[in-house]
């Protein structure tokens, strides 16, 4: 079973879009994730015409900033956000939990409100014919395993996206998570590191790397876990850390080639 396999353009802010997607189409992708500015993009008709010239779709927008604010004007510039995902097309609208909060521990109110947030999120999402999808992340305001179960039993709407790697230096086994988040999950992220630190405050501090060039996730047991629960949604790959002089969109979209090769060659 082959996945649809995307690219997170985490780094792109201001890229020359076209040639740099004809890139990663020549690297091998199905589609990629977006970032960048509307402004950047321009209107969706403009982005469709683009991505249809490089053959490859924008597979997922993201959010600006989360749900966890509640403030009129930040929760209306998503919502423009989630219309141009729509109107673009993507299959899915990524977010990822704010900053803990200065001063204090997290509290289950703080992921009450944040839920919450996020529920009204889906709840406008659902009316584009849209869903979205909650992206776990170390270092935010859910940061551990049982914060993670909290926030998520406290979604309806909102679905999920797995980062195994996030999930990995959390002490969840990355398949495992799948499977028991199975009913939630529609759509994937694969990333990686060589090593990673924690300081004292309890923040992680990994060395991204290439996916496959690690040697802590088992991306073989990964898909393993997704074909038994039958996925079928994209299933996106994160680069590793920049290479000073290479960094631009193509020359990374160029090096991701290997990436690819990888993840074809076990399976994916």
Same mark, same amino acid.
């Given at each position: 079973m082959e996945f649809k396999l995307g690219y997170s353009t985490l780094r792109?802010?201001?890229?020359? &879009?076209?040639? %740099? &997607?004809? /890139?990663?189409k020549k690297a091998g992708w199905d589609g990629w994730e977006g970032r960048m500015s509307p402004? #950047?993009?321009?209107?969706?008709?403009?982005?469709?015409?683009?991505?249809?010239? /490089?053959?490859?779709?924008? %597979?997922?927008? =993201?959010a600006s900033g989360s749900p966890d604010v509640t403030d009129w004007a930040h929760v209306e510039r998503n919502r423009r956000r989630m219309e141009y995902a729509a109107e673009a097309g993507a299959d899915c609208f990524m977010f990822m939990s704010g900053a803990k909060p200065a001063g204090r521990p997290v509290n289950p109110d703080d992921l009450i409100a944040a839920a919450e947030g996020a529920e009204a999120w889906a709840e406008f999402a659902e009316t584009l014919g849209l869903e979205i999808s909650y992206h776990i992340h170390t270092n935010t305001l859910v940061?551990?395993? %049982?914060?993670?179960?909290?926030?998520t039993g406290r979604l *309806?709407? /909102?679905k999920l996206c797995i980062d195994v790697s996030h999930a990995r230096l959390w002490g969840y086994d990355p398949a495992d998570s799948i499977r028991d988040f199975r009913s939630r999950l529609n759509y994937m992220h694969l990333q990686d590191y060589t090593f990673s630190?924690?300081?004292?405050s309890g923040r992680y501090d990994p060395v991204w790397c290439d996916v496959g060039?690690? =040697?802590?996730?088992?991306?073989? %047991?990964?898909r393993?876990? &997704?074909?038994?629960?039958?996925?079928? *949604? #994209?299933? =996106?790959s994160c680069p590793g850390n920049p290479i000073p002089g290479a960094d631009d969109p193509v020359s990374e979209a160029r090096r991701s080639q290997k990436t690819f090769a990888f993840l074809r060659r076990i399976g994916y």
């Open positions: 792109w802010q201001e890229p020359d &879009l076209e040639p %740099a &997607l004809e /890139a990663l402004d #950047w993009l321009g209107p969706p008709s403009r982005l469709r015409r683009v991505c249809e010239n /490089a053959g490859l779709p924008m %597979a997922v927008y =993201t940061d551990s395993v %049982a914060d993670w179960k909290f926030y *309806r709407k /909102a630190s924690r300081d004292e060039d690690g =040697t802590d996730l088992d991306f073989a %047991a990964i393993k876990a &997704l074909v038994e629960i039958g996925f079928s *949604r #994209w299933v =996106t």
